[in-house]
């Protein structure tokens, strides 16, 4: 039989509806759907990345300096390769009236911006304000009470708003920032007392090439002119590494999570196939009667399977990419999505494929088992069940190699993507071993004298019993419910438990050195019993670390070790003459008050484990373009959970006190963060910027409640497929349990007792199965909370529980949905068609 009779076969046997294989629609529609989704989404926003790279950046390159403007060498550098543009950045405080915010404080100079339009809400296309105004961003106006006109105050000077900005073309590349943005022209901070030596703020210079050139080849020519200066360079190929970050890492969770519902679906489509072929039995049996062979049986079937299995993943495939406008609508002002429906390379060609492998590996079993039975057994009673086919493999392990390079060649980390395929596979051998297990113990247990308790025992592992696939669609369906529960229970726990009860309620930023008498008087008049604690707060890159004759040059790495994050850019950098606060030490010893020995550090021991180093190395830093060397006294276990001042290296006096700088502080009051407390500081110390904790913590707390709300909406499409699944599971074994259902009721069972006998067969595995899924869920969940997303694990056992028993009541809910049709069936009816 050639395909072309083999499909004309097919199609007229094919119900219009595709009734018998809507599970198989249904769980690919929801594995396809969801990695649709999830590949357009990510492609959307890495595209927009990409093309709009120049104009987030602000230009082909940028480079970034703490505490200090470029130098006129430095700045002729630049402009060698094209326009320039400087700006400065930093955290500022403004003030209207008894209003006072935090704002992130922006001054452009006349060549802003090189690239892209900054517009305002009136609809005029500008360039930098002029000297006495200033663009807010709608955040600041609202904050503030501030219209166009109005003047305020930041730091010692009055300012007038210029307008509102509507669009910032740079803003994503900023990053994050403290508060809402404020845009005013160069020269400003520095007149307004802000911009001192020593002050905290951060210079950005942005090249415009006029001529094309190789952005990585740039950066390397003037990382190699200007060793020490300090500079971070961003180009326009990775314009926003902090949302391209976040969108790889979340964009592969969300894969692995769409993969999950499809290994999960796949276990659903391998029982809707064989429920679907068991009830073909007689049809299969008529076409081999008939002559045909066992590979045209096989033919038939197929394209059966595949014309349902394409119906699936196309109608998963437009809802996914229909979806995708919807999700950026809810990102928009987060991440650079673009408006409307994105057709991505991969969510068109590469999810339908996981599909449809998927589709081929779990079908493929039942599939051969069907072509191989004899005619004569397919016609005999539905209790002799179907044997197994050991050449249903080869499809199989075809299916798994092209499912493996497939993941591998579309995952950002192949790594994590290996080990989740590995955790799959061992998780079905596990389930698929347990099944078996419960089966040949329940063949050996003492029968209960009770008879319902008997029968359901029986049922567990006579023949045809669908115990296996019963137990793994409970295993993950229960699996999943615990997955989700831990993990949200997690989230919340970072969120409610670990942060706020370890936070001051103000950081202080600029305090200068000279007038710290004053603010901790200020602060003791004001708010009467608060604790402040300052101390020296600069900026500086490591540049070297290791032996003193055999320093590792941080700009020579190939590559940084993995967990040596301190090497990557500048970070704050302190001196002290005791231990920090909630810092214990390790290793070596601290060095006295007054020290005027060798120059000494203390190094973060998690650091100097990754580094290698040992006491008595050095450490060499660049401060302002200057290079100091300390020696390595001792190492410190950091607290990192307490909301301070928590620093990687800190450095005796002696190193760092004649460099140009200022203060930091937190503060502490008896009665939380006060109105009048913040007004005081910003009238006193204007130029300081004081920033309430609370808004940190509250932007802190929405975020992760973002996280787990996305986490939470991409697990629940498993969860569905799990429910899929059981429903599967339960249709499959419809047919044996109708035949099974009709000799007892000839018998004399009554419909309640089957009902009960139905609850006693499910609750029993339900009840064996819930120590398995609390354990895989909680390991899984684990994972997730503290290996991907870097949290605490902190989940909430009586919620778990309580969710794992919800889980339990749905699987008897579904069991009892799917039993009632066969309690409903009359015994002489049933007894003419089986």
């Known amino acids: 039989m050639n395909w072309s009779t083999a499909w004309r076969i097919a199609r007229r046997e094919l119900n219009a509806r595709f009734r018998g294989l809507r599970l198989l629609l249904v769980c690919l529609f929801l594995g396809v759907g969801a990695l649709a989704a999830i590949y357009s989404l990510t492609g959307a926003i890495e595209?927009?990345?990409?093309?709009?790279?120049?104009?987030?950046?602000?230009?082909?390159?940028?480079?970034?300096?703490?505490?200090?403007?470029?130098?006129?060498?430095?700045?002729?550098?630049?402009?060698?390769?094209?326009?320039?543009?400087?700006?400065?950045?930093?955290?500022?405080?403004?003030?209207?009236?008894?209003?006072?915010?935090?704002?992130?404080?922006?001054?452009?100079?006349?060549?802003?911006?090189?690239?892209?339009?900054?517009?305002?809400?009136?609809?005029?296309?500008?360039?930098p304000p002029a000297a006495d105004e200033a663009w807010l961003s709608r955040g600041a106006a609202d904050r503030l009470d501030l219209k166009p006109g109005n003047s305020f105050a930041i730091g010692g000077r009055d300012v007038r708003v210029g307008g509102i900005i509507a669009s910032e073309p740079d803003r994503l590349g900023e990053g994050f920032s403290l508060g809402p943005a404020v845009l005013v022209r160069a020269g400003f901070p520095e007149a307004a007392g802000l911009a001192a030596p020593g002050a905290f703020y951060q210079s950005k210079t942005r090249i415009a090439f006029d001529t094309p050139r190789d952005l990585d080849e740039t950066v390397e020519a003037l990382e190699e002119r200007f060793p020490t200066a300090g500079y971070d360079f961003d180009t326009a190929?990775?314009?926003?590494?902090?949302?391209?970050?976040?969108?790889?890492?979340?964009?592969?969770?969300?894969?692995?999570?769409?993969?999950?519902?499809?290994?999960?679906?796949?276990?659903?489509?391998?029982?809707?196939?064989?429920?679907?072929?068991?009830?073909?039995?007689?049809?299969?049996?008529?076409?081999?009667?008939?002559g045909a062979t066992s590979g045209d049986v096989a033919k038939i079937y197929l394209l059966q399977i595949l014309a349902a299995a394409l119906v699936g993943s196309v109608l998963g495939l437009v809802a996914g990419v229909a979806l995708t406008p919807l999700i950026g609508k809810a990102l928009e002002g987060l991440l650079p999505v673009a408006a409307g429906v994105t057709l991505d390379t991969r969510a068109l060609i590469v999810a339908p494929l996981f599909g449809l492998l998927v589709a081929l590996i779990f079908a493929a079993p039942p599939l051969a088992r069907?072509?191989?039975?004899?005619?004569?057994?397919?016609?005999?009673?539905?209790?002799?069940?179907?044997?197994?086919?050991?050449?249903?493999?080869?499809?199989?392990?075809?299916?798994?190699?092209?499912?493996?390079?497939?993941?591998?060649?579309?995952?950002?980390?192949?790594?994590?993507?290996?080990?989740?395929?590995?955790?799959?596979?061992?998780?079905?051998?596990?389930?698929?071993?347990?099944?078996?297990?419960?089966?040949?113990?329940?063949?050996?247990?003492?029968?209960?004298?009770?008879?319902?308790?008997?029968?359901?025992?029986?049922?567990?592992?006579r023949p045809g019993a669908q115990t296996g696939a019963l137990v793994t669609a409970l295993g993950f369906g229960l699996s999943a419910f615990v997955l989700l529960a831990a993990i949200q229970t997690s989230i919340a726990g970072n969120i409610q438990l670990s942060v706020p009860e370890r936070a001051p309620d103000y950081f202080v930023l600029d305090v200068p050195r000279d007038r710290a008498d004053d603010f901790r008087a200020l602060v003791e008049e004001t708010a009467p019993g608060s604790v402040v604690r300052t101390v020296p707060a600069l900026r500086g890159r490591i540049l070297a670390y290791g032996p003193e004759d055999d320093e590792v040059r941080v700009d020579e790495l190939e590559e940084l070790p993995e967990g040596a994050w301190p090497l990557r850019g500048e970070r704050g950098l302190t001196y002290a003459d005791a231990v920090p606060e909630g810092n214990t030490i390790t290793e070596g010893q601290w060095w006295g008050p007054m020290w005027q020995g060798d120059p000494l550090v203390s190094v973060d021991a998690e650091l100097g484990d990754v580094l290698g180093l040992r006491i008595g190395d050095t450490i060499t830093i660049g401060v302002l373009g200057v290079e100091r060397t300390a020696r390595i006294a001792n190492f410190r276990r950091i607290d990192w959970e307490a909301l301070g001042f928590n620093y990687v290296l800190v450095f005796s006096p002696n190193t760092l006190e004649d460099a140009p700088h200022n203060l930091a502080a937190t503060i502490e009051t008896p009665d939380g963060a006060t109105a009048a407390l913040l007004q005081a500081l910003v009238r006193q110390f204007p130029s300081s910027s004081a920033i309430e904790v609370g808004g940190i913590l509250k932007q802190a707390r929405d975020l992760l409640e973002q996280v787990g709300i996305a986490i939470l909406a991409a697990a629940s499409v498993a969860v569905l497929a799990g429910l899929a699944v059981l429903v599967g599971a339960i249709a499959a074994a419809r047919a044996s349990r109708l035949y099974d259902n009709v000799v007892l009721r000839v018998l004399g069972a009554s419909r309640r007792q089957l009902l009960l006998l139905q609850l006693a067969e499910y609750a029993l595995l339900a009840t064996l199965l819930s120590g398995v899924a609390l354990a895989i869920g909680s390991g899984l969940a684990w994972l997730v909370v503290t290996q991907l997303f870097e949290f605490d694990w902190l989940p909430h056992w009586p919620t778990v529980l309580a969710v794992l028993s919800g889980?339990?009541?749905?699987?008897?809910?579904?069991?009892?949905?799917?039993?009632?049709?066969?309690?409903?069936a009359k015994p002489a009816q049933a007894l003419r068609t089986l």
Request: charged share 20%.
């Open 47 to 127: 595209g927009e990345l990409e093309t709009r790279g120049r104009e987030i950046l602000g230009g082909d390159v940028q480079a970034e300096v703490w505490q200090r403007a470029p130098t006129d060498e430095e700045l002729a550098a630049f402009e060698e390769l094209g326009d320039v543009s400087v700006g400065l950045r930093m955290q500022a405080t403004a003030r209207h009236g008894d209003l006072v915010s935090p704002i992130e404080l922006k001054s452009v100079d006349e060549a802003y911006p090189l690239v892209g339009t900054l517009t305002l809400e009136d609809g005029r296309a500008v360039g």
């Open 237 to 290: 190929e990775r314009a926003s590494p902090g949302a391209e970050r976040f969108v790889s890492r979340m964009g592969q969770f969300l894969v692995l999570v769409g993969l999950a519902a499809l290994v999960i679906a796949g276990i659903g489509i391998g029982g809707g196939v064989s429920s679907y072929l068991e009830a073909r039995r007689q049809s299969i049996a008529t076409l081999k009667v008939l």
């Open 370 to 461: 069907a072509r191989s039975f004899p005619a004569m057994a397919l016609m005999r009673a539905r209790a002799t069940p179907i044997a197994r086919d050991r050449r249903a493999w080869l499809p199989v392990l075809i299916g798994l190699a092209l499912l493996l390079a497939l993941v591998l060649a579309t995952a950002s980390q192949k790594m994590l993507s290996l080990i989740f395929l590995g955790g799959a596979a061992a998780m079905l051998g596990l389930l698929a071993l347990l099944g078996w297990a419960i089966r040949k113990l329940a063949a050996r247990v003492p029968r209960p004298s009770q008879p319902i308790a008997r029968i359901a025992l029986a049922n567990l592992h």
């Open 807 to 824: 889980g339990v009541a749905t699987v008897l809910v579904v069991a009892i949905g799917g039993s009632l049709p066969l309690l409903r």
